[in-house]
């Protein structure tokens, strides 16, 4: 949770409905279909190495091949230290990767550079799904591809997502959130349901859950979105059990940043959810 805590203050300063029962497309998409991971120094692994694995165990029935041709891009094609300190070389950099069919975009550890944006706008007019997962959200948002759309992202920066982005229906609850070309994850291994669901939607349950089982994956979140029901609810802050009203992370109150507000004492996990407060009171007040 500690690298979490770090992401939302870096988010905080930077500033459509769930599918119904998924079936396979009627006409078997061209294989294989192509993935873009997009990367940046301090992405979450867990956010892209999760629907990476999922992608790569999946097999189609009477093809011939992979179902999926994988690929990392990020800026620059040169080595980039993820988060736990493991050390990734992109295959490509924005200006010489292919177009995708789909691309996915996991939690970046700090505001998205410009050069992330606009290759995101660009290939999403011809990608056939863009998802994020986790805070990953908030580049997709930045980029303008949530617009009055229902999304989802870790239930820590659902307050934030929504303040940040009026324009972005946030959903509380969800494990993910399809909604046609995109699709948003909450947190961390919400990832790995998305992806199942996507092949759910591409290939059929079958397949789906011949993978999920080549996985050994029990979780069940990709067939219910709305497993996320422990998070549809802000948790309550309490005296023994103080609260951030940004990411409704638990605070020491002996250590924690404070301020009144019309009133009221608050105590913040960090300056960057005390600068967003400030910025936006009503948006966080219980």
């Known amino acids: 949770m ?11 300063l930077a500033t459509a409905a769930i599918a119904a029962e998924p079936t396979a497309t009627q006409q078997r ?13 301090g992405a979450e692994v867990v956010d892209f190495a999760g629907p990476w694995g999922v992608f790569q165990y999946v097999d189609v029935p009477g093809s011939s091949g992979p179902a999926y041709k994988l690929f990392t891009v990020a800026e620059v094609k040169q080595p ?31 505001a998205p550079s410009p050069a992330v944006l ?32 229902q999304v989802t992202t870790h239930h820590s920066a659902l307050g934030m997502l929504a303040s940040s982005y009026p324009a972005v229906d946030v959903k509380r609850g ?17 990832g790995i349901d998305l992806a199942l669901h996507v092949v759910d939607r591409t290939f059929g349950r079958t397949v789906a ?49 404070t301020l009144d507000h019309e009133g009221q004492h608050h105590l913040f996990c960090s300056e ?14 219980r």
């Open 174 to 190: 969800a494990r993910f959130v399809d909604s046609g070309r995109v699709a948003t994850a909450g947190g961390l291994t919400s």
């Open 118 to 149: 606009a290759w995101l706008k660009k290939v999403s007019a011809h990608t056939e799904l863009t998802m994020s997962v986790c805070t990953g959200a908030f580049v997709l948002a930045a980029a303008g591809l949530l617009d009055g759309k």
């Open 209 to 257: 859950e011949a993978t999920a089982t080549q996985l050994e994956y029990q979780g069940l979140g990709w067939k219910d979105p709305a497993s996320n029901a422990a998070f549809a609810t802000r948790p309550v802050s309490t005296a023994e059990k103080p609260l951030c009203p940004v990411c409704d992370m638990e605070v020491d109150p002996k250590r924690a940043l």
């Open 2 to 12: 500690q690298r979490l805590h770090a992401l939302i203050p870096a988010l905080c």
């Open 80 to 110: 980039l230290k993820v988060s736990g300190g493991l050390t990734v070389l992109p295959d490509f950099s924005f200006g010489n990767a292919p177009m995708p069919d789909v691309v996915v975009v996991p939690a970046l550890g700090a």
């Open 29 to 41: 998409p061209k294989l294989p279909v192509s993935v873009a991971f997009v990367l940046a120094a």
């Open 272 to 285: 960057g959810c005390r600068k967003a407060f400030q910025k936006d009171p009503k948006s966080f007040v």
